[in-house]
C-alpha cells in the first residue's frame, strides 16, 4: 500500500483529503505543520503540501528540505496563491506538480499517480544502474581480451530470455560467475539464484537438496524441507559439475525440466516449479555423452546456448587487469595500501601458464598482497613456481595453418612467440636483460633491439 503524506494547515480540508485517499486505497496521514511533516516525510512515498503553513516553515522550505535530504521523495504544492513566478520557482527546486485551490479531487488523485508512478521508474533506474554497475566491478568480470569480449556480448543477447545455458571451461576459469552474471541481468535478478555442485553430493542427498522431502521420507528426515527447485522460484537454479550427475538423477532432472513439476521425496504432491537452468562442467561433456555416460535426451535440454570459458593461459591480455583488480581487494581485505604491480613481475604473471586459471591467479596475488611491505608487488613477492623452466608449445597445427590462408598472418604469429621468449627470458634472469640475451644465445645489441621493435620496453 502507497503512503501519502498531507500537509494542509486547513483541518476542514485536511480531514476531507485524508478520507478521500483512504478511501481509493493509500495509508494516508495529515499533520498542519511543514515541522511536523520533516519529522515523519521518509515513511511516506509522496508528501501532498500546502504553501501557506502555520509556524516558521512554509510549503516552499519543507520542499527544499526534503528534496536536499531525499531528492526521490515526490512532492506536490498546492496554493490558494498562485503566482508565475512561485510556480516556476518550485518546479525549478524539483517539485513534481504545483496545483491551485479549489481543485478537483479526482483530478488530484490522477495527478498523485502520475507522480507516484514516475517516482517508482525513477527508483527502479536507478536500481538497475546500480545492479549493473555491481555485475561489472564487483561481481570481478574484468575483461579486454577479444575472447571475453565476444562472450560477454553473447550474455547480454541471451541473459534477458530465459533460454537455459550450459557453461564449460577448465577449473577456475569463472563459470559460476558468470552464471551468476546471466542471472543478474536477467528479468529473474530480484528473485534467488541458487547452486549446488552436483558431482560433490551422493545420489540419495542431492535428490533430497533439489526436489526437497516430506518428514519421515527416509531416516533423518525429521521435518518437511523444501528443495532447491522450490527455493529458487522465479530466479535461476545453477547445476554445477552437472556431468558428474548420476544417470538415475538425470533421468529425474529431466522429468522436473520438461514437466515444470517436482514431486519432494516421500510426498504425492507435484509442485509447479519455475526456475531458469544454468548448467556447467569442466569435463568434456559431448564425449561423456558419446560413451553413453550422460543422457542425450537431457543434454539437449541443457545446452540450447553453449558458453566456452577460455583457460587463463589463452586470455592473457586479462591478466594485467585482474591483477590490479585483486590487488584494490585484497588491500581492502587485509588493510594494505598496495599500489600496483612491478613490470618484471607482471611479466612473469603474463607468461606462466596458469593451470589453476584465475583461481590460481587470485591466490597468488592475495599472497604477494600480504608478504609485500613496500608499494609495489615485486618478483620477490611471488612463488617459486612461476618462474620454473616449462615446455613452450606453440599450440599450433601446422597442417591447419597451411590450411588458414587470408585467416591467419605469419609474421604477427612470429613477433608473439619472439615476445614471448623475450619475456620468459627476462623473468628467468629475474629483470636481469643482459643475462636474459644470454640464455637466448644473442647479443645484448640484438636483444635490446628486439624488445623496443617488439614493443615491450
Not at 500500500?1 to 501519502?4: C, G, Q, R, S
Given at each position: 500500500?502507497?503512503?501519502?503524506l498531507v500537509v494542509e494547515d486547513d483541518e476542514q480540508l485536511l480531514e476531507i483529503l485524508v478520507l478521500f485517499f483512504q478511501g481509493k486505497g493509500y495509508f494516508t496521514k495529515g499533520v498542519v505543520t511543514a515541522e511536523e511533516a520533516l519529522s515523519i516525510y521518509e515513511d511516506f512515498d509522496i508528501v501532498l503540501s500546502d504553501i501557506k503553513l502555520p509556524g516558521e516553515l512554509n510549503g516552499i522550505d519543507l520542499l527544499e528540505r526534503i528534496k536536499k535530504s531525499s531528492p526521490e521523495v515526490p512532492v506536490i504544492l498546492i496554493t490558494a496563491y498562485a503566482s508565475v ?373
Open positions: 500500500m502507497e503512503k501519502i513566478e512561485d510556480a516556476v520557482k518550485a518546479l525549478k527546486m524539483g517539485a513534481e506538480d504545483y496545483i491551485l485551490k479549489p481543485f478537483d479531487l479526482e483530478t488530484l488523485e490522477i495527478v498523485v499517480r502520475k507522480a507516484l508512478e514516475s517516482s517508482s521508474l525513477r527508483r527502479e533506474v536507478e536500481e538497475l544502474r546500480r545492479e549493473l554497475q555491481a555485475i561489472y566491478q564487483e561481481k570481478k568480470l574484468v575483461a579486454k581480451s577479444p575472447a571475453m569480449e565476444k562472450i560477454m556480448d553473447l550474455v547480454r543477447r541471451i541473459a534477458p530470455s530465459d533460454v537455459n545455458v550450459l557453461i564449460t571451461g577448465e577449473s577456475g576459469t569463472g563459470k559460476t560467475l558468470l552464471a551468476r552474471v546471466i542471472h543478474e541481468l536477467s528479468p529473474r535478478r530480484r528473485q534467488k539464484f541458487v547452486s549446488i555442485n552436483c558431482a560433490a553430493i551422493p545420489e540419495h542427498l542431492l535428490e533430497s537438496e533439489l526436489f526437497g522431502h516430506e518428514k519421515g521420507a527416509f531416516t533423518g528426515a525429521v521435518s518437511r524441507k523444501r528443495g532447491l527447485f522450490e527455493v529458487a522460484k522465479g530466479g535461476t537454479l545453477f547445476l554445477d559439475e552437472i556431468s558428474g550427475m548420476s544417470l538415475n538423477m538425470q533421468a529425474k532432472l529431466l522429468t522436473a525440466i520438461q514437466d515444470k513439476k517436482i514431486r519432494r521425496v516421500g510426498g504425492e504432491e507435484e509442485i509447479e516449479v519455475d526456475v531458469r537452468i544454468i548448467t556447467a562442467t569442466n569435463q568434456d561433456i559431448d564425449e561423456i555423452v558419446r560413451r553413453g555416460e550422460f543422457r542425450e535426451d537431457l543434454f539437449y535440454r541443457l545446452d540450447v546456448v553453449r558458453i566456452e570459458l577460455p583457460p587463463l593461459r589463452k586470455r592473457r591480455q586479462d591478466i594485467p587487469l585482474l591483477v590490479q583488480h585483486f590487488i584494490d581487494q585484497f588491500n581492502k581485505k587485509h588493510d594494505k595500501g598496495i599500489l600496483g604491480i612491478e613490470k618484471d613481475a607482471l611479466v612473469a604473471m603474463e607468461t606462466y601458464h596458469w593451470p589453476g586459471n584465475i583461481r590460481e591467479l587470485q591466490n597468488v596475488v592475495e599472497r604477494a598482497v600480504v608478504m609485500e611491505t613496500g608499494s609495489y608487488i615485486t618478483v620477490q613477492d611471488l612463488p617459486e613456481k612461476l618462474f620454473q623452466k616449462k615446455k613452450i608449445d606453440s599450440g599450433i597445427n601446422i597442417e591447419e595453418f597451411l590450411e588458414m590462408k587470408g585467416k591467419f598472418n605469419l609474421e604477427d604469429y612470429l613477433n608473439e612467440e619472439m615476445r614471448k621468449f623475450l619475456k620468459t627470458a627476462v623473468v628467468k634472469a629475474k629483470g636481469d636483460k643482459k643475462k636474459a640475451a644470454e640464455l637466448l644465445g644473442i647479443s645484448y645489441r640484438s636483444f635490446r633491439y628486439y624488445w623496443k621493435k617488439l614493443g615491450l620496453g
